[in-house]
């Protein structure tokens, strides 16, 4: 994809910015644009002292390293660190300076200002403490007041007698109730389920939507890949239709997208399972439940405003491994969640293994059916990239495979079918297989330089593996041992790695001065 572009692919951008954009954590073209100031410094008229501002001001003097400017009627001694602007500047000429304007001993002065030529100037984040701190913050207030903004809406009594082919445990039979009381109450349901692989967390959306479906509202469904939506529709399509429930799968990479998008603006369905393609569509009539599969993978402004089409504001979430964002949520109590236990625990062993040791690895893996999830497409000071990698294992004879986010959905959903199909082979991917991939007989995960992944994206890779009930194996390829990737190598339930998530890196504070991952 043209935004998963390399930065370095810019002319303009040497070494030495390379360098810095990256300390930055700016690697592509995305990254780039999508790197907003943190606020704009604005021309003033009048004297504004100790904050940010731009003055346009006549030059009276310049002496050794001071630039005595006027300005609103009263003289600034402009302090430089460097005279090299010196020569472009002359008294009683005008210019526009930026900086902080100070009172000190009956003096202004102002400290190393910048010369400029516009009205407003960007002022950007500098260090990674200080964009995660900044977006932390504004995210934090954003969350706090779409979260305690409770949506209302006219009662109607939701009945969870629903008849499937699905028996439920004691654990679903009680969240299933949770839902019909939630959706019958006037506040709009907001309500999330944390449950392992497997735990029958889809059983229980079924029986949203055919809560849903007996008050005539229709029902969103979701997924954050392509994989994944194909997956729930081809779970969902025998059930609902058997039932006479219209339902579609809209997706951005289909070929028969624009006639799906015009169908479901005129509301010929009751369920629409869909990814990322639903944000683009201008109206979606009488939607009354929206469930959310793998909240995590989705922006919060995203999510608002798709609730905003809805006319009743009912959301259900669904997750294995929440972030620390979600899970805070939940703890601050602008969720309701309930956990549902899984009685299919899986046997998943985790050994954390140094790097130079691969090439045995490769040897002794190299008759099994392997994930090998890198942390980056491409190559960067961290890690080798996913294309070196696939031709490093590839050179040695065993049958190698390759899956990232820059390959057209037709050549994913190709690749997959051959690994499927395969008896061994070795898929080197990012981590777009962290979610809606269902390969069961893959028993071996290898992740490189694991450090890179927060530990509820490790536990959601790590998911992908151990499903057919056998023992499944998972090596972390990392000589960087610490407290995050031993607690993954002890712990295998999303609960605990999300809780522990939390905690190691928190979700931003609002104010105050401690470390900038925990919210106030």
């Known amino acids: 994809m043209f935004f998963e572009q390399n930065i370095n692919t810019i002319k303009e951008i040497d070494k030495k910015k390379l360098f810095f954009l990256n300390n930055l954590t700016i690697y592509n073209y995305k990254d780039l644009l999508l790197f907003f100031p943190k606020k704009y410094i604005y021309l003033q008229d009048k004297v504004k002292l100790n904050e940010e501002v731009i003055i346009k001001c006549k030059i009276k003097s310049i002496k050794e390293n001071t630039v005595i400017v006027i300005y609103d009627n009263i003289e600034i001694s402009c302090y430089f660190f460097s005279k090299k602007i010196f020569p472009y500047l002359k008294p009683e000429y005008q210019y526009k300076f930026s900086g ?81 009381r939630k959706l019958s109450q006037k506040q709009a349901m907001r309500y999330m389920i944390f449950g392992e692989v497997g735990a029958g967390k889809t059983v229980i959306a079924l029986h949203a939507i055919l809560m849903m479906f007996q008050k005539s509202h229709n029902i969103i469904l979701l997924a954050p890949t392509l994989s994944l939506a194909i997956q729930h529709f081809d779970f969902f399509k025998p059930i609902l239709e058997e039932k006479g429930i219209s339902l579609a799968c809209y997706l951005s990479s289909s070929k028969k997208k624009k006639q799906v998008k015009k169908e479901i603006e005129e509301g010929k369905y009751r369920v629409i399972i869909t990814t990322q ?104 000071d961290i890690s080798v990239g996913v294309l070196e990698r696939y031709e490093m294992i590839k050179k040695t004879g065993v049958k190698t495979l390759i899956l990232n986010g820059k390959m057209k959905d037709a050549e994913k959903i190709e ?25 069961p007989d893959v028993s071996y995960m290898v992740i490189e330089c694991p450090n890179q992944f927060g530990l509820s994206q490790l536990h959601q890779i790590r998911g992908r593996i151990g499903r057919n009930g056998n023992r499944a194996h998972c090596i972390l390829l990392s000589d960087k041992i610490n407290e995050k990737l031993l607690y993954f190598k002890r712990h295998t339930t999303g609960y605990e790695i999300a809780s522990k998530d939390l905690e190691l890196r928190g979700t931003g504070r609002i104010t105050g001065v401690e470390q900038s991952g925990f919210l106030g």
């Open 415 to 439: 690749v997959l079918n051959e690994f499927i199909e395969s008896e061994h082979a070795i898929l080197v991917a990012t981590s777009i297989i962290e979610v809606g991939i269902n390969v």
């Open 100 to 180: 902080i304007i100070e009172l000190k001993n009956n003096t202004y002065t102002m400290q190393h200002p910048q010369l400029v030529q516009q009205d407003f100037v960007p002022f950007y984040c500098t260090t990674i403490k200080e964009s995660m701190m900044y977006l932390k913050f504004i995210e934090s207030l954003f969350l706090t007041k779409v979260c305690r903004n409770v949506d209302e809406h006219e009662v109607v009594e939701y009945h969870d007698n629903i008849k499937t082919n699905f028996s439920l445990n004691k654990a679903q039979g009680k969240i299933v109730q949770n839902i019909s």
């Open 277 to 380: 393609a639903i944000f683009f569509t201008e109206h979606i009539p009488n939607v009354g439940l929206i469930i959310v599969d793998e909240l995590q993978k989705f922006g919060v402004m995203q999510l608002s405003k798709l609730k905003e089409k809805s006319v009743r504001k009912n959301i259900l979430y669904l997750s294995a491994t929440p972030l620390p964002r979600s899970l805070n949520m939940v703890f601050e109590e602008f969720i309701d969640h309930d956990v549902l236990e899984s009685y299919n625990e899986r046997d998943i062993n985790t050994i954390i293994l140094k790097t130079k040791e691969i090439n045995d690895l490769i040897e002794k893996i190299k008759n099994k059916k392997t994930y090998w999830v890198m942390p980056n497409i491409e190559k960067n």
